[in-house]
């Protein structure tokens, strides 16, 4: 069968700085692509570069596909995919039509109705999607395979919920070659699946389950060779963007992950997110030493009060230090922070502006609380004592604009500090060449330490 997996053009298109050897890929599609390529004409198309809708559509209906399945991982891809989706329906009604990813997953009890959509795949799709393709194929009932929801006879139906995968060791490697012909500079890699924290702001857990799933080091290190040894590059390098919730709940298969890329002689650069109580000045050596650069880590706060009612486990000191820590390593950290989240009063938000000031790295984003669909706080306004005030969803925390109010601030409110952060932001960045020279001293000074090291060994050997 003819299979198009697209990956719509999120709404509104945000003007990102990256160059085209910076960017990455997303990998969500590559593994349904994977996943069915043995036996099915597979084709993916990403909107994310971004390309216009109307093209997309073009381009979907010069193929005919017989599935076309649509990527809504973000709400704010749900508008550009439900308008894809009309249009292939008029164009090609025969073509089934499959909707996936978190947005579909949180409201399929609506999009079901839509006469444009056929089947909604609801969470984790790599055995799900497979196993429908081929009862299409076949023209078979759906009605055993687990995790969907489709309409027959004017009815909706919901099959048995599919059980999360086991060993995400198993999943087959996703084939970059649907996504470039040529060696990728830069690429996306999925180690883990859930989180073992519960955030009232995500929807990680809702999505993929409450237990954190990972993959072992020696597998994500075989995933890169696989790379490698498709693509046959006259050097084995390459740059690496972990899209984990978080990286390193697990040290140890971070000190394992490390060790075997020196142990096989790998060039990576590469970088991860974390929290911040999961590192310390020993992690973070091990991990520059085996090429990482940067950090994402989601501060939140900069209240102690509500960095508890938020239940993150660590201080302001400590977010200070692990900031300090990772720059004396050459690791450059990014630090995000949210504004009107259900706890936080104008005290608190003052004690946010001052440690985006205070804080060494240039890297800080700040961003509008967004009480997202499939959330614990979507879930229980009454309880956190927020009013949402809009139900377009995939317009949430965009532009600047708040959608709700809380106990201690107003929409309006909120939109106005937001603006006064993102004016420290700016002047932040201003910073970058002073603070991109102290990095590269601290990597240049970790990398002549390490030949010494080296040398000594030789030595001593």
């Avoid at 978080?246 to 992950?257: A, G, L, M, P, S």
């Avoid at 991990?287 to 501060?299: E, P, Q, S, Y």
């Avoid at 967004?370 to 965009?398: C, H, M, Q, R, W």
Wanted: aromatic content about 8%; hydrophobic content about 35%.
């Amino acid at each position: 069968m003819k299979v198009v997996l697209a990956y719509p053009t999120p709404t509104p298109i945000f003007s990102k700085n990256f160059t085209k050897e910076e960017k990455i890929e997303g990998v969500g599609l590559l593994y349904l692509a994977t996943s069915i390529k043995d036996h099915h004409d597979v084709t993916i198309i990403e909107g994310t570069r971004p390309i216009p809708t109307e093209t997309i559509i073009e381009q979907i209906t010069n193929l005919e596909p017989d599935i076309l399945g649509i990527s809504t991982i973000f709400s704010t891809l749900i508008i550009n995919g439900a308008k894809i989706a009309r249009e292939i329906k008029k164009r090609l009604p025969e073509t089934k039509i499959i909707f996936g990813g978190n947005h579909a997953t949180f409201t399929v009890d609506e999009l079901i109705k839509e006469d444009y959509v056929d089947v909604v795949v609801m969470g984790e799709g790599e055995i799900t999607f497979k196993e429908l393709v081929g009862k299409i194929e076949r023209n078979l009932p759906l009605d055993d395979v687990r995790g969907i929801v489709f309409r027959r006879d004017g009815k909706t139906i919901r099959t048995a919920p599919r059980e999360p995968i086991k060993d995400i060791n198993t999943i087959p490697f996703p084939d970059w070659r649907f996504m470039n012909e040529k060696m990728p500079v830069s690429v996306a890699i999925c180690s883990s699946r859930g989180c073992p924290h519960d955030c009232i702001y995500c929807s990680t857990t809702s999505f993929w389950g409450r237990k954190w799933r990972s993959r072992s080091a020696r597998n994500i290190i075989d995933e890169i060779n696989n790379i490698f040894d498709v693509y046959k590059p006259e050097k084995r390098s390459l740059r690496i963007g972990f899209v984990d919730d978080n990286f390193t709940v697990d040290r140890e298969r971070v000190k394992r992950f490390c060790h075997l890329i020196h142990e096989e002689k790998l060039d990576l650069k590469w970088g991860a997110s974390s929290r911040v109580e999961f590192i310390d000045e020993s992690l973070l050596e091990i991990m520059a030493d085996a090429g990482c650069t940067g950090l994402f880590m989601g501060i939140e706060s900069g209240s102690e009060r509500v960095l508890k009612l938020m239940k993150r486990g660590y201080s302001i000191d400590e977010v200070k230090e692990k900031v300090e820590m990772s720059m004396k390593m050459g690791i450059l950290p990014t630090c995000s922070f949210m504004i009107g989240n259900p706890f936080e009063d104008k005290s608190d938000i003052e004690k946010t502006l001052s440690l985006l000031k205070a804080l060494k790295t240039y890297r800080v984003q700040v961003h509008i609380f967004a009480p997202l669909i499939g959330t614990e706080v979507f879930k229980n306004t009454e309880k956190y004592g927020i009013d949402i005030l809009t139900d377009k969803f995939e317009s949430i925390n965009l532009e600047g604009k708040a959608f709700l109010n809380t106990r201690h601030l107003k929409q309006e409110e909120i939109e106005n500090i937001y603006h006064k952060c993102i004016g420290i932001v700016l002047r932040r960045m201003r910073e970058e060449p002073l603070v991109e020279k102290i990095i590269k001293v601290s990597r240049y000074r970790r990398e002549i330490e390490s030949k010494a090291n080296d040398q000594i060994l030789k030595k001593a050997s």
